[in-house]
């Protein structure tokens, strides 16, 4: 069974562009969250989805937006790149919003230069 | 602000031997602690949690303590293998009010077992 899988794995982008990064959960999950972990430190939660509605925000500026589709995948969009939001992206998945352990991809290595 | 706090940035430990790994955290509004495994390249992996209910869970290999009087909690590995060299995060998870149960994670401490 495949389990969660980001896309792109690498990314370099220049200040003041636009990302966008996407996530496939593990098939039959509902809920997706989003994390952002910054060298040296653990990840940060930035935002959850359920059945397509926002469950919840971290404290990240509103640069920072999400979606999720239908077919329950996400994207995590972030514009007007600074140098700051460069970091691992990750993402999460479980069955639903309340559920204990959740499963994480790869992640998404976004460099802003 | 941080709530949860690792205060060890590494360990070395000899093969064989126990790994104590440690967290500490702030705010008591919190039902479960976790524990999750992170290699290079890879996505964190959980692989223990505990309740606030209880004060210890065991796993195999893997023990977690729980203090609440101290606002501590421990991951003890034993015994320690190389394959267990990695970093690992302590996490917590606030009690239900309705929005997204986020986890709260700790900086990480980095594992290295020395064969």
């Known amino acids: 069974d495949a389990g969660v899988t980001q896309s792109p794995t690498h990314l370099i982008k220049t200040r003041g562009q636009q990302v966008t990064l996407r996530c496939s959960p593990i098939?039959?999950?509902?809920?997706v969250s989003w994390y952002q972990q910054v060298l040296g430190q653990g990840p940060q939660f930035i935002f959850q989805?359920?059945?397509?509605?926002?469950?919840g925000r971290g404290n990240f500026p509103d640069r920072f937006s999400a979606r999720q589709f239908p077919n329950y995948s996400s994207e995590l969009n972030v514009n007007a790149l600074l140098l700051g939001d460069s970091a691992l992206y990750l993402c999460?998945?479980?069955?639903?919003?309340?559920?204990?352990?959740?499963?994480f991809g790869q992640g998404t290595r976004l460099t802003v230069v | 602000d941080q709530q949860v706090k690792q205060n060890s940035p590494s360990l070395s430990v000899q093969e064989g031997r126990i790994s104590i790994l440690n967290c500490d955290y702030t705010?008591?509004?919190?039902?479960?602690f976790l524990w999750y495994k992170k290699y290079p390249a890879e996505g964190p992996t959980f692989l223990i949690s505990?309740?606030?209910?209880?004060d210890k869970n065991e796993d195999g290999r893997f023990t977690v303590f729980l203090n609440k009087s101290a606002k501590h909690l421990s991951l003890h590995i034993v015994p320690s293998q190389p394959g267990d060299s990695a970093v690992y995060f302590c996490a917590a998870r606030p009690i239900s009010s309705g929005s997204a149960r986020q986890l709260t994670f700790g900086s990480g401490t980095q594992l290295t077992v020395l064969p």
């Open positions: 505990i309740s606030s209910i209880k």
């Open positions: 999460a998945s479980s069955l639903d919003a309340g559920r204990l352990v959740t499963f």
């Open positions: 098939s039959g999950h509902k809920s």
């Open positions: 989805y359920y059945e397509k509605e926002e469950r």
């Open positions: 705010n008591s509004m919190f039902d479960y």
